[in-house]
């Protein structure tokens, strides 16, 4: 089982950042945080994913602590296409390749 | 980007019939595929991994009797429910990986309607 915590919902404005919080305070040394987001009734997309350093892509910033047991995804300006349950995926939760999901959390991005 | 894809995207089925699903890496070479099942208002449960050309290991729980995958060459892997039962209606979703790459790339989903 994935053993991260995230709260169950969140809400956000258009045009401001979204910060998504996630807990995962048993992740060793050479776990890897991933993130990624569900559009109602479509495939997983992956975010981001990294290890100890703060991650930038096209899509979003990944902060991670000094300590490594939490981490934020930051949608700088999440957008209504930006509604999705957002999953994050650290200890445990990713093994051999394999992903298991928790449940995530819902962000609606209102107008 | 990756891209993969499913056929078909919806599928009606009666009770005691098997469908077969597949799950395409249309861009890239995937060395392991992953089956994913998904009821509503709930998250992804793992069903089974499938690397080319050996067998698929099921998730504990998972009949593999039952849910039948092929994983036949490095860009086509098929999900089998056999005797389909109304309790097997659900969205199912399969994942790419591809050896060198960390992330995985999901298909948009096949939502499986057993009446």
């Known amino acids: 089982d994935a053993k991260t915590t995230q709260p169950p919902s969140m809400d956000c404005a258009e045009g401001r950042a979204a910060n998504l919080p996630c807990n995962h305070s048993?992740?060793?040394?050479?776990?890897?945080v991933y993130w990624y987001r569900q559009i109602h009734s479509q495939g997983p997309q992956y975010i981001i994913h990294?290890?100890?350093n703060n991650e930038t892509n096209e899509m979003a910033s990944l902060i991670i602590t000094e300590d490594r047991k939490s981490s934020t995804l930051i949608l700088p300006h999440a957008t209504l296409r930006d509604t999705a349950v957002y999953y994050c995926?650290?200890?445990?939760?990713?093994?051999?390749?394999?992903?298991?999901f928790g449940r995530g959390t819902q962000l609606t991005v209102w107008p | 980007g990756a891209v993969v894809s499913q056929h078909p995207s919806w599928v009606i089925c009666k009770s005691g019939t098997s469908v077969k699903i597949e799950c395409r890496s249309l861009?890239?070479?995937?060395?392991?595929m992953f089956w994913y099942r998904q009821f509503p208002k709930q998250s992804l449960m793992l069903m089974a991994t499938?690397?080319?050309?050996?067998?698929?290991?099921?998730e504990q729980g998972v009949e593999k009797d039952k849910f039948l995958i092929n994983h036949a060459s490095l860009t086509l892997s098929t999900l089998t429910v056999t005797s389909a039962h109304p309790e097997d209606s659900s969205f199912y979703i399969c994942?790419?990986?591809?050896?060198?790459?960390?992330?995985?790339?999901f298909g948009p989903g096949t939502r499986l309607t057993v009446t």
């Open positions: 861009d890239f070479q995937a060395t392991t």
């Open positions: 994942s790419a990986k591809s050896g060198i790459l960390y992330e995985q790339y």
């Open positions: 499938s690397n080319e050309g050996s067998k698929a290991t099921y």
């Open positions: 990294g290890l100890k």
């Open positions: 995926i650290g200890p445990g939760g990713s093994t051999l390749g394999r992903l298991y």
């Open positions: 048993t992740i060793s040394g050479n776990e890897y």
